[in-house]
């Protein structure tokens, strides 16, 4: 393992308004915020509707009701004016490379999809590998079945290729939820079907026939088709192909982009075309999945509603494939302020809608990032770092005469809630902080943890404070937050770490790590730098096979007691005692599976060993579960894999 260090090290050591209750959806509520007496984002998921009181005398405003919905008919939206959204965070996002996710954290990310309002949930690929029919399987019994005061239950979908072992495969994993979906595609452009499925286009539109039929035949009522690279498809062929489907039984048409390759203008076009030229398309939903790669899969997605489309398929911050896919935040807030009037010309009045509620855009944003270690940009619209931050004297004056001179929507309408200095009551947060105003403080920034999260976090932040004079700043605490999402199933943990490096000198680091049998074991190694040392002492004490993918190190805050982040992204060695392929679903090839860890301390050789042992518990805690699974399958059995992973690591 070769990693350059200097620059990292060089780099390192030189150095008041509220949300508007329930009325934020409409575009005057989301630019005019009103004052609450409670300002708090969630995690967890809460069934009863929190009510807050209006300081300016309204009645309570039940701040997280859920918006109306009409009913939901597969293949049929009773209101035309109504815009489905259709998550795929779970299954595309996380075919990123490094967003590789384990079931606990798919479950939490699918329960907050819930709390959102989305939909559907794609949850995954369930054919990919055991522990993706089981993370598939676990979300439709659990998150499928948690039904909302308001009748409001997500959609649970599995993706299958057009092979009936996967499409049943996908079946078993959903079909205990309320609502099920199925999602099977095949490839429709002339260069997919000559290089990819050397299919002619007749055997394609059977094979397509055949899965939807096969779908229908299993008991689905609501199965999804997709014409794979349908941007860049015949029209001609896409009339056929889907008019034969919706005669099989399909109920949602979607259309992707999946190369990225269309204008705005084009991909309305071809939405259009297909309403009016494929048989049978009164009785489907039209649907788009538009990817990033020129920077367009919003502008599609919009298009695509603006000429009828009432589907829109996107993710938490964009994640997926390559560039990206069509952002949920960024197509929700568009809908929510220009949906009532820059949409007319397609069915319905043109006043376009959903029914997610933005309060919590930003908290599930912030755990999808955490959990993925996919850091948002900045400038990201909507959840950047600096979305809603003004350094301009100009932009600073206007922002202080009114808010609405440069923003066109409240930071607090997704859930951001942006306070007065220090949690409002001149808090500075320091060693002598305690859990209380820390947790304050959390849930002001979109964090809303659970108690034990909570308990984690705070821990590190006085083991941390102690060694920092002044207080911490928010980056700070996110950071902290940061550190512990890869923690859920902390099997090694880093107890001691002393490194010796020099000009003149090898680069030598000893470490003491505890593992799941609670013993603790030391090693000694040698490296190219004191983190490569650090990490082959780690790589011996636990007995891996693995490669080091990337690795970033970054301040939080300026000076030198800066809080030092670092992300690293690991895969096993091909055929290695480790080895963790799954199948791809685009390509339908085994690949390797990349985990991502974060870490943060002062200190940024320990930094550096944090995140490094929180990617490789996810990928023992992957690897655990799907043996374990293996072996119930083997015998017949089901259980929780989660039981036995302690000894199943540590015999690895």
Known sequence: MNLSFGGALL??????SSFGGAEAFTPRALQQPQHLSTRATSFSTQRTPVKVSMIDGEAKSELFVRKPRPEYIPGEIPDPDYVRIFDTTLRDGEQSPGATLTSEEKLEIARNLAKLGVDIIEAGFPIASPDDFQAVKNIADKVGNEIFEDGYVPVICGLSRAFPKDIERAWDAVKGATRPRIHTFI??????????????????????????????????????FSPEDAGRSDPEFLYRILTAVIEAGATTLNIPDTTGWNMPWEFGGLIKKLRENVKGADKVVFSTH??????????????????????????????????????????????????ETHFEGGPGTGKLRTAINPV????????????????CQPHKAIVGANAFRHESGIHQDGMIKNKNTYEIMTPESIGLMRGDAESGAGIVLGKHSGRNAVGTRLKELGYDLDPDKLNAVFTRFKEVA????????????????LDQAGNINNLWTVTGLQVSTGMSGIPTAT????????????????????????YKAIDQIIGISIELESYSLSSVTEGIEALAVTRVGIAAIEGGPNDVPSIHSQFGVFKNRQFSGSGSDTD??????RAYVSAVNKLLTWNARRSQQEIEEANGTAGDAIETQSKVVTSA
């Open 604 to 609: 940024i050789i320990t930094s550096s060993a």
């Open 187 to 224: 490839a429709t452009s002339k260069i997919h079907m000559e290089t990819k499925l050397n299919k002619t286009p007749d055997e394609v539109v059977e094979i397509a026939v055949n899965a939807v039929t096969f779908a229908k035949g299993l008991g689905c009522d609501d199965i999804e």
């Open 11 to 16: 780099a390192m050591l030189a150095a008041s």
């Open 290 to 339: 538009c990817q990033n790669d020129l920077g367009l899969a919003t502008a599609n997605s919009l298009a695509g509603a603006l000429n009828g489309a009432r589907q829109l398929e996107c993710t938490i911050n964009g994640i997926g494939e390559r560039a990206g896919n069509a952002s949920l935040e960024e197509i929700v807030m568009s809908l929510a302020l220009k949906g």
């Open 511 to 534: 470490v003491k790590m505890r593992g799941p049998d609670m013993v603790e074991r030391y090693m000694a190694s040698t490296g190219t730098g004191p983190v490569d040392a650090v």
């Open 466 to 481: 102690e060694r920092r004079k002044g207080g911490l700043e928010d980056e700070d605490l996110e950071a902290l937050v």
């Open 360 to 375: 919590h855009i930003s908290s599930t944003s912030k755990l999808v990032s955490e959990y993925t270690g996919m850091i």
